[in-house]
């Protein structure tokens, strides 16, 4: 409850820093879940052992 | 006015927080994973017949190797392998990502321990490794050819290894044979979109996961060998199994070219092995044969060549390169 007392609080006295958290939270979510699919798919192909790269 | 404010005040944090968003992911892919950046240099134009072209590695590049589990790198010259100070008369050795063994250290692969092995022997003659994933002996003859007009060397020993009677590989390309230098040869590709993403993959990590891992998708140039790196024959083919013609135009071309060429046959089949000491005999060619496409030597039974595998094919490689300079 404290916790969620000192957001809301932070959120009132500085709404456009809370914005910028907030939204900066959201978008490196966005990527690094991206990116880990991305890798995974990587992984994935690349551990087959008869992958061949496109040279 | 005073929403059209407000609207423009938060667009700039949205912009400015998917920035941050961008550089924690890029250290996150960058440090945390280690993922490495793209690493070449540029691409050349090495088949202008096939429309093929070569990435040129930049010195020291890393590469994530997923079946080694490994994060390796190239030498000072963006070749798998130990640095070479200078190419004067140096061994070249040809074949696959079997030679590549981009799934250990440098030092750790056939080539370095086989060079390490000729450094002891009081030899030091540089040794080149030239392997790259999916090359076949047709595709090699153009990566030596290559190398030699960019680095401004020129070679006479050159050992081809190979791991298979490469039959699928040989069959991807236009026939005839061609082995002259065609039109084109080595030129950079300068295309605003290559030279763009290049510099774009080069810079960043998380850009080459996205590139990689969404985008290239599965366009891999991939023959179908079977599960040890040769097609099974049947008890009929067998009796009849002679070398392809397109094997035979290469290894005449290689021949041809170069004074000090040898072969080593790591595949596992009989039939292909005694088709291609028969041929070796009658041209002339040096030859040895040393089985190691075998679950023992292999990473996991059946992928590349595990550290076992790298010293059996160093001890090949010495063993050929001692039958053929007898003076050692």
Redesign the interface.
């Known amino acids: 409850m404290k916790i969620i007392d000192n957001v809301s609080k932070f959120q009132n006295k500085h709404p456009?820093w809370f914005?910028?958290i907030?939204?900066?939270c959201?978008?490196?979510l966005?990527?690094?879940s991206?990116?880990s699919?991305?890798?995974?798919?990587?992984?994935a192909?690349?551990?087959n052992?008869?992958?061949?790269?496109?040279? | 006015m005073q929403t059209f404010k407000f609207f423009f005040k938060r667009l700039f944090l949205v912009v400015v927080a998917f920035g941050i968003a961008l550089l924690t992911t890029e250290m996150v892919i960058a440090r945390c994973v280690a993922y490495p950046p793209y690493g070449v240099e540029y691409k050349a134009l090495y088949m202008p017949h096939e429309s093929k072209w070569i990435n040129i590695r930049e010195p020291y590049s890393r590469i994530f190797n997923v079946e080694g589990k490994s994060i390796t790198s190239v030498n000072n010259l963006g070749f798998p392998g130990l640095d070479i100070e200078s190419l004067e008369n140096p061994i070249v050795i040809l074949g696959s990502s079997y030679v590549e063994a981009f799934q250990y250290q440098p030092d750790e692969i056939g080539s370095s321990l086989f060079w390490s092995e000729l450094i002891e022997a009081g030899y030091h003659q540089p040794v080149l490794n030239l392997g790259c994933s999916g090359h076949d002996p047709y595709n090699s003859w153009f990566r030596i050819m290559l190398h030699q007009k960019r680095l401004d060397f020129s070679a006479e020993d050159v050992i081809l290894v190979l791991n298979s009677d490469n039959a699928d590989w040989l069959n991807r390309h236009s026939k005839p044979f061609i082995f002259d230098k065609p039109k084109g040869f080595g030129r950079k590709d300068n295309s605003l979109k290559i030279r763009i993403g290049i510099k774009a993959r080069n810079a960043s990590s998380l850009v080459e996961v996205l590139y990689k891992g969404l985008l290239k998708g599965d366009d891999v140039d991939e023959p179908s060998p079977s599960k040890n790196g040769y097609k099974e024959l049947s008890q009929e083919d067998s009796l009849e199994y002679s070398l392809s013609q397109d094997m035979i135009d290469c290894l005449i071309a290689y021949s041809h070219e170069y004074c000090g060429f040898s072969v080593l046959s790591i595949a596992g089949n009989p039939d292909f092995n005694s088709a291609l000491k028969e041929f070796c005999e009658h041209q002339d060619i040096s030859l040895y044969i040393k089985p190691l496409t075998y679950p023992k030597y292999m990473i996991g039974g059946a992928g590349h060549l595990n550290k076992e595998g790298n010293k059996a094919l160093a001890k090949a490689l010495l063993t050929l390169w001692k039958s053929t300079h007898k003076a050692m």
Do not use: G, Q
């Open positions: 456009d914005f910028l907030k939204y900066t959201l978008f490196t966005l990527l690094l991206i990116a699919m991305a890798l995974n798919r990587i992984i192909t690349e551990s052992p008869f992958f061949y790269a496109n040279f």
